[in-house]
């Protein structure tokens, strides 16, 4: 089974915070991309990445960078977090042509 | 125009009955399609892919039509478990990127 680990289900940040959401997959999938989904608008892409030290603006980056090191593992970085950017935020990964899978998401919150 | 979308429904079901919704694309070039299932506060999980000439999946059929451009699900003998947010969703022409429609509430009662 494909699994997708965010490392967090619910996060609390401050305004003006740097903040950084990790995603890791155990499938060697080259893709992986970060999305946000808020109630009325659906899925959005934010970023996503299709090898390492690759990556792709998604539909919605503005406010958001990523990093890919390694081929597993695909960080969202918030460099200074604003309360619009309160959401819940879900990592998926596939491999070219296939359906993405999902993480559990992570609930983030922006005081 | 929204590139994929979904009627947000609810759409209130008794048990044991079917239940069709539709979703659109607006672009002629997408090449994949996909239903996903979502259930409240929970991560989007891949019901089904849909393929040119239908396809079933026990009580789930998805269809594709081009010339119209949407697909399609359809769910038989619905069950109080199919109760859910099913998400649309359509992979571009020689791309990764997938593009999500807002989804289908569907709410299946006794």
């Known amino acids: 089974d494909v699994k997708v680990t965010q490392s967090s289900r619910y996060l609390v940040k401050r305004t003006g915070e740097k903040v950084f959401l990790e995603c890791v997959q155990d499938m060697d999938h080259e893709n992986m991309f970060w999305y946000r989904q808020d109630p009325g608008l659906g899925l959005r892409l934010i970023y996503f990445?299709?090898?390492?030290?690759?990556?792709e603006k998604g539909d919605i980056p503005e406010g958001y960078s990523v990093s890919r090191e390694k081929k597993e593992r695909f960080s969202l970085i918030l460099e200074s977090a604003s309360t619009n950017q309160t959401s819940m935020y879900l990592c998926a990964s596939n491999r070219r042509g296939q359906p993405q899978h999902f993480g559990d998401g992570t609930r983030l919150s922006i005081l | 125009r929204k590139e994929v979308e979904q009627d947000p429904g609810p759409f209130n079901v008794p048990e044991g009955a079917t239940v069709a919704f539709n979703c659109t694309y607006s672009?002629?070039?997408?090449?994949?399609f996909f239903w996903y299932r979502q259930d409240c506060r929970k991560e989007p999980k891949l019901l089904m892919s849909v393929y040119s000439s239908g396809n079933e999946d026990g009580r789930f059929t998805a269809q594709l039509n081009r010339a119209s451009q949407y697909i399609s699900l359809l769910i038989r003998d619905s069950k109080l478990s199919d109760s859910a947010t099913y998400l649309c969703?359509?992979?571009?022409?020689?791309?990764?990127?997938?593009?999500f429609g807002g989804g289908t509430r569907v709410l299946v009662k006794p």
């Open positions: 990445s299709y090898d390492v030290k690759m990556k």
């Open positions: 672009n002629s070039a997408s090449q994949s």
């Open positions: 969703v359509v992979n571009k022409a020689a791309g990764n990127k997938l593009t």
